[in-house]
Each structure stands twice: as structure tokens, then as C-alpha cells.
């Protein structure tokens, strides 16, 4: 390599260095801006100037997130509905899965041909319906009316039937062998080899319902039944909107989604890329 050659290699990766880092920049200052507009005092906020850094720090916000609303029942109503839409879902999905990938039956193809035009079409055209599906059996404010509709990830299935149609034939036909059952098959053959794939999945999943917010903000209107991304709308005072009270709320709710993607950084990663890949 011609030291023409290095140095006109050396300028390209400096040029894609420096715009990796302004587009994590641009990316990252909305964060900045929120994080730090919560630790200002109102009238701080509402200045008519941009101020990148507090002239006085407070947590009251904060304060008053925890203490004066019902954040802790809402962090509770976002728990136990994203864990009970992960595990369905996942579940779900790993059963249909391997069902389409290893079973023979009537319709299989069809099936398989609805699932992939049921990824191509944005679950925003569905709301509607959901909507009124759920109304009419009396699932609205409830837990069940919140899960049941945010049921439907094919992007899932399609992962978890790649993973099974690459796995080698011959594990199956040991076991068929050896007499095993289908259930015996998928949890003592399969499922031993993707916990991984599993693990990764059921992480982005649990994220996924975590901070969704269209479809809990239609089907929920009582306070109490909101989950922490409906309910930090409700952040507010009679005078009006206060919002830095907001913007410490909204921290606060996507606190632990920040803290799970640190902590399983690698497996959210991972899922990410087998759901690219897919889309790919």
C-alpha cells in the first residue's frame, strides 16, 4: 500500500469517525436536554433561551413524580403487562414456530404465507379494529384488554422458524427414533440449543411492550389501570402544564428500560440483528 493510498484511507476513516459522532450527537442531545431540563426549576425551563446547564439544581420534580402521583402503580401495571406479553408472545411464537418448520400438516403453506404478509402490514391499521374488538367484550381498563392485542410479533415466529429449519436433521431423526413424542423433541432437542435466540427475543420483547404507548393509551382511561408511559401524561397541574414535572416523570419511566439495556446490551443487540436480518 502506497503511502498515497494510506493517507487517503486514513482521511476517509477520520471523515466517517466525525460523522458517527455528530449523528450520536444529534441522537443524544434530546436525552441531555430532557435529563437536565428536569433537574431545572420551572421558571428555568420556560425561559425564552436556550441554557445547557442549570443556574440552580433541584430534585423536587422528582419528588413530586414519586409522592404526589400514582407512578408506582403504573410502574406495577407496565410490569406485569409487558412480562405477561413476553412470555406469551415468545411462547407463542417458539410453539408456531417450530410447527411450521417441522410438522406436516394441511395448510402449513398458507399459513406460513399469512404470517409474512401479516409482517409487511403496520400494526397502526389494526388499531381500529382492535379497538372495537376489545369494546365490545368489555376488555377496555383492564390488563387482558392492554395484553391481548399487542400479542401479534410475526417478525418472532419468522426468527425462531429460520432458527429451526437450520438446525441439522439429524437431531430430529435421533429422536424420532428413539420413539420421542413432539413435545419431547421441541424442549429436549431444540429448545437446549436457542436459549440464547430465546433469551435475546424475550429482552427485546419485554422493551418493546415497555414503551408502548398508542395502543395502552386507547384501551385504558381510568388512572389507576394506566401503564408508566400513559400515565406520566397525567403529570400536570390544574394551572396548567408544568414541564419539567413531566420531563422528571418520563425519565423515571424510561429508567428501566435504559438500566435493562445496559445490563443485556449483547442480547439486545443480537436480537436486533436476527430481526434485521429478517427485514433484510
Not at 486514513?10 to 430532557?34: C, D, E, K, R, S
Not at 429449519?165 to 437446549?192: C, H, Q
Amino acid at each position: 500500500m502506497t503511502p498515497a493510498t494510506a493517507q487517503r484511507l486514513n482521511m476517509a476513516g477520520l471523515a466517517i469517525t466525525l460523522t458517527t459522532v455528530l449523528f450520536a450527537v444529534l441522537w443524544a442531545f434530546p436525552l441531555y436536554w430532557g435529563v437536565v431540563s428536569s433537574l431545572k426549576p420551572e421558571d428555568e425551563v420556560v425561559r425564552p433561551y436556550i441554557e445547557l446547564w442549570p443556574d440552580t439544581f433541584t430534585i423536587s420534580h422528582y419528588v413530586f413524580a414519586l409522592t404526589q402521583t400514582q407512578i408506582g402503580t403504573w410502574y406495577l401495571n407496565s410490569i406485569a403487562t409487558a412480562l405477561a406479553i413476553t412470555v406469551l408472545t415468545v411462547s407463542s411464537s417458539l410453539l408456531c414456530g417450530y410447527a411450521i418448520s417441522q410438522l406436516e400438516f394441511r395448510f402449513r403453506r398458507p399459513l406460513w404465507w399469512l404470517i409474512l404478509a401479516s409482517f409487511m402490514v403496520p400494526m397502526q391499521t389494526m388499531i381500529v379494529n382492535h379497538f372495537e374488538l376489545v369494546a365490545s367484550l368489555g376488555l377496555l381498563n383492564t390488563w387482558a384488554g392492554i395484553v391481548l392485542p399487542q400479542l401479534i410479533h410475526p417478525v418472532i415466529i419468522i426468527v425462531y422458524k429460520q432458527f429451526f429449519d437450520g438446525v441439522p436433521k439429524d437431531f430430529r431423526e435421533a429422536a424420532v427414533m428413539d420413539n420421542a413424542s413432539e413435545w419431547r423433541i421441541l424442549t429436549r432437542v431444540y429448545m437446549p440449543m436457542n436459549w440464547g435466540v430465546t433469551t435475546a427475543l424475550a429482552i427485546v420483547t419485554f422493551i418493546w411492550s415497555w414503551n408502548a404507548f398508542l395502543w395502552p393509551f386507547l384501551a385504558v382511561t381510568q388512572t389507576d389501570m394506566m401503564t408508566i408511559t400513559v400515565g406520566i401524561t397525567q403529570v400536570n397541574d390544574a394551572f396548567g402544564v408544568y414541564y419539567a414535572r413531566q420531563l422528571s416523570a418520563a425519565v423515571l419511566a424510561g429508567l428501566p428500560v435504559a438500566i435493562a439495556y445496559l445490563v443485556f446490551q449483547r442480547r439486545v443487540t443480537e436480537a436486533i440483528t436476527l430481526s434485521a436480518g429478517i427485514k433484510g
